[in-house]
């Protein structure tokens, strides 16, 4: 058995550590569960352990949460070569690591704010809420584009994946995928890094491993 385990719920950012343990080349398991009425089941969250949300990881005696900080977890312990994220002291490092905590804290953040107006506002203007809240989407948006487009080569810092492709990756897909806030504009350099991503061999094993789709 590897020591390492991998909660996997279906459709859902889970798909970022997957992603990055293929990367690493490491042997996990995927304990996988579909979703039931658009969430984890009860007794896959309670498993899981915390606040009961995915991905969540097991290492040993070590239990993560947050795919930003397994991310990190991940790479100051098996990334020995520094390919993913540059060591403690590089200022590298923290370019990489903005990247890695911005795909939660704003991109996610701020498309989330979208879908969870969709679901759960159930009076007043909708459209107009929702207007008002994707002029922080399509300022995220833009900036990703601009970053790509400066970028030297396929991916966010150059021509070789980083622990921030894996990260970003999965909050491109959902802001275009769901249509949140980018009122159907269009994002070629962004459209691109997510075909870049998901041609990588690591990101198609990571898929045929799990079985993760959208829907
Ligand atoms: N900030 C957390 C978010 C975790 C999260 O909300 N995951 C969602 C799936 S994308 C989840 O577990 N939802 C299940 C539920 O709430 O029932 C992270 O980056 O890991």
Not at 9 to 25: K, P, V, Y
Not at 76 to 94: M, S
Not at 121 to 143: A, C, P, R, W
Request: hydrophobic residues 35%; contains cysteine; aromatic residues 10%.
């Amino acid at each position: 058995m590897p020591p390492i385990t991998l909660w996997f719920l279906q459709a859902s950012r889970c798909i970022r550590t997957a992603w990055l343990l293929e990367e690493l080349g490491l042997d996990y398991e995927v304990k996988f569960s579909p979703r039931e009425n658009g969430i984890a089941p009860a007794a896959f969250k309670k498993e899981a352990g915390g606040l009961g949300k995915f991905p969540t990881l097991q290492d040993g005696d070590v239990t993560l949460y947050e795919s930003g900080n397994i991310a990190e977890y991940l790479c100051d312990t098996y990334d020995k070569q520094h390919r993913l994220l540059p060591p403690l002291g590089d200022p590298k490092r923290y370019e990489v690591l903005q990247w890695v905590h911005a795909a939660e804290a704003t991109w996610a953040l701020h498309g989330i704010a979208i879908l969870y107006v969709r679901w759960h506002q159930k009076d007043g203007d909708v459209k107009k809420t929702e207007e008002g809240l994707s002029k922080n989407v399509i300022n995220d948006m833009n900036l990703l584009e601009s970053t790509l487009e400066k970028s030297s080569g396929k991916f966010l810092l150059g021509d070789k994946v980083t622990v921030a492709d894996t990260l970003m990756h999965f909050s491109a897909v959902f802001i275009l995928a769901r249509d949140l806030g980018v009122k159907g504009e269009d994002y070629p350099r962004c459209k691109k890094f997510i075909q870049d991503c998901e041609a990588t061999e690591s990101y198609k094993k990571a898929v045929e491993r799990t079985g993760h789709s959208l829907g």
